[in-house]
C-alpha cells in the first residue's frame, strides 16, 4: 500500500506479488517503487497510478533487499539464493547486466553508497561486503554478533550504519 506520509491517508493499494513482499525502495525522482518479494520477482510500479510498469524476474530464490542507484537508472537487488542481481532500468523494462552469488549465505540488505561507484551488503553469515558495480569485491566486515538485516550510508559516503537481528547497531 502507499499512503500519503504527511497524512496517513491510503492513496494506493497495489496488488500484484503471489507471496510476502520483504522490500521496497522509491526512485530518487520519486515516480517510481520497487517492491522484492519471496515470490522471486521485483514489480515496478508507477507511483502517480499505482500501476505495474513491468516485473523483473531472474531471481532464483526469494529476494529480501532492493535498492535503486542514486541516478534511478540502475536497480540492485539481492537474496536468499546469495545472489546480487543490477538491472539497467528503462520506462518499459529492465534487463540485467550483472549478477553474482556473492556470499555463502542469504542476502538480507542492500545498499548503494551515494555516489553510486559502490554496494554493501548484508547476510546472515553476519558478514558485511563492499563491492564496486562490477560486483568485484572491495573489502569485508566478518563475522557481526548476528544476521545483518538492515544497512544504511550516511549522504555524505562517510558512515556505514548496519542494524541486525539481535537488536544491536
Not at 12 to 35: E, T, Y
Not at 46 to 65: E, K, P, Q, V, W
Not at 97 to 103: C, K, M, P, Y
Request: glycine share 8%; net charge negative; hydrophobic share 40%.
Amino acid at each position: 500500500k502507499l499512503w500519503d506520509a504527511a497524512t496517513g491517508k491510503e492513496l494506493q493499494n497495489l496488488q500484484d506479488h503471489i507471496d510476502a513482499v520483504f522490500a521496497v525502495a522509491f526512485s530518487p525522482d520519486g515516480k517510481r517503487l520497487a517492491s522484492a518479494s519471496q515470490d522471486r520477482t521485483v514489480k515496478i510500479w508507477d507511483i502517480a497510478t499505482g500501476h505495474r510498469l513491468y516485473t523483473l524476474s531472474d531471481a532464483l530464490d526469494g529476494l529480501t533487499a532492493v535498492a535503486f542507484s542514486p541516478t534511478g537508472d540502475k536497480l540492485a537487488a539481492a537474496g536468499y539464493d546469495k545472489t546480487i542481481y543490477i538491472w539497467e532500468l528503462a520506462d518499459d523494462g529492465g534487463h540485467l547486466v550483472r549478477s553474482l552469488i556473492a556470499d555463502q549465505d542469504s542476502l538480507l540488505a542492500l545498499v548503494w553508497s551515494p555516489n553510486g561507484m559502490s554496494i554493501v551488503t548484508g547476510s546472515s553469515d553476519g558478514s558485511i561486503r563492499f563491492r564496486n558495480t562490477k560486483l568485484d569485491l572491495l573489502g569485508t566486515i566478518d563475522r557481526q554478533s548476528d544476521w545483518v538485516e538492515s544497512l544504511d550510508v550516511s549522504p555524505d559516503g562517510r558512515w556505514l550504519a548496519a542494524g541486525r537481528y539481535n537488536g544491536t547497531l
